[in-house]
C-alpha cells in the first residue's frame, strides 16, 4: 500500500512569492491534514479537510489556505510568504476519526 | 482546550539501557493518544496508540505505553534501546467528539543514544 506522498520534496521561493504543495493521500481514506513544523515552534496544526470540505482550521492567517480534490488529495498554498514561513511541511491522511494519521515525509520550504 | 507537555527535551540513554519518555495531557476527559517518532528529515511514524480498554499499550519496535488516568500521563517505555531508537519522539491527543479529529502534539523529546 502506497503510504502518504508530498511533493515536491524541497521548495525554495523568494519572499512574496507564493508557494503550492502536494499531498496524496492513502487510498481509502478521505481526511487530509497538514501541520506546519518550524524551528523552534513544533507542530502546529494548519488545515484539516474531509469529504473536500474544510473542518478546522489552526491558528494561521489567511495567506495559508487549501483545497481537497475530489479525488481526495490536497494542496496547501501560502501567499505572500513570510521569511517566518520557512518549516517543514507536513500532510498526514487518515481513515476516520480517532484512527491516528499516517504523515508522509513532508516538503521543506524555504523562503529566501 | 486539549495540551500536552512533554516535560524532557532531550534525553540521553546508553545503548541497551532503559528508556522512558514522559507525556502529560491536559483534556475534559478521556481522549485517543498516541506516541510518534521523528527521525531526523523525515516525516512522523506511529509508534502506538490507546484508544480504550487496557492500558499498557504495545506498540511497534519494541515500545509500550501505560496510560494512567489518575495522573493524565501516557509515558512511553523500552526496555533495551538500540541505536537507531535515537530521533525525537512526540505524545499526542485528540478529542473524541466529532469536531475533534485534530492532532495536539507536544513539545517532543529528542533521544540521544550513546554507544
Known amino acids: 500500500e502506497a503510504g502518504v506522498t508530498q511533493s515536491p520534496t524541497h521548495l525554495i521561493k523568494t519572499r512574496g512569492q507564493q508557494a503550492t504543495l502536494r499531498c496524496s493521500p492513502i487510498s481509502g481514506h478521505t481526511s487530509v491534514y497538514w501541520y506546519q513544523q518550524a524551528l523552534g515552534l513544533g507542530l502546529q496544526f494548519l488545515l484539516w479537510?474531509?469529504?473536500?470540505?474544510?473542518?478546522n482550521r489552526g491558528n494561521f492567517p489567511p495567506r495559508f489556505s487549501g483545497r481537497q480534490f475530489p479525488n481526495y488529495s490536497s494542496e496547501l498554498n501560502v501567499n505572500a510568504l513570510e521569511l517566518e514561513d520557512s518549516a517543514l511541511y507536513l500532510c498526514?491522511?487518515?481513515?476516520?476519526?480517532?484512527?491516528?494519521?499516517?504523515f508522509g515525509s513532508g516538503t521543506r520550504l524555504t523562503v529566501v | 482546550a486539549q495540551s500536552v507537555t512533554q516535560p524532557d527535551i532531550h534525553i540521553t540513554v546508553s545503548e541497551g539501557a532503559s528508556l522512558e519518555l514522559r507525556c502529560n495531557y491536559s483534556?475534559?476527559?478521556?481522549?485517543?493518544l498516541f506516541w510518534y517518532v521523528q527521525s531526523p528529515g523525515q516525516g512522523l511514524q506511529l509508534l502506538l496508540k490507546?484508544?480504550?480498554?487496557?492500558?499498557l499499550v504495545q506498540g511497534i519496535k519494541g515500545f509500550e505505553a501505560e496510560f494512567k488516568r489518575s495522573q493524565s500521563s501516557f509515558n512511553l517505555r523500552k526496555p533495551s534501546v538500540h541505536w537507531s531508537d535515537a530521533a525525537e519522539y512526540f505524545c499526542?491527543?485528540?478529542?473524541?467528539?466529532?469536531?475533534?479529529?485534530?492532532?495536539?502534539f507536544g513539545g517532543g523529546t529528542r533521544v540521544l543514544v550513546k554507544p
Open positions: 483534556y475534559g476527559a478521556t481522549p485517543y
Open positions: 479537510y474531509d469529504e473536500g470540505e474544510e473542518r
Open positions: 490507546y484508544f480504550s480498554g487496557d492500558t
Open positions: 499526542a491527543v485528540m478529542g473524541k467528539e466529532a469536531a475533534g479529529n485534530k492532532l495536539t
Open positions: 498526514a491522511s487518515s481513515q476516520k476519526q480517532g484512527y491516528g494519521y499516517t
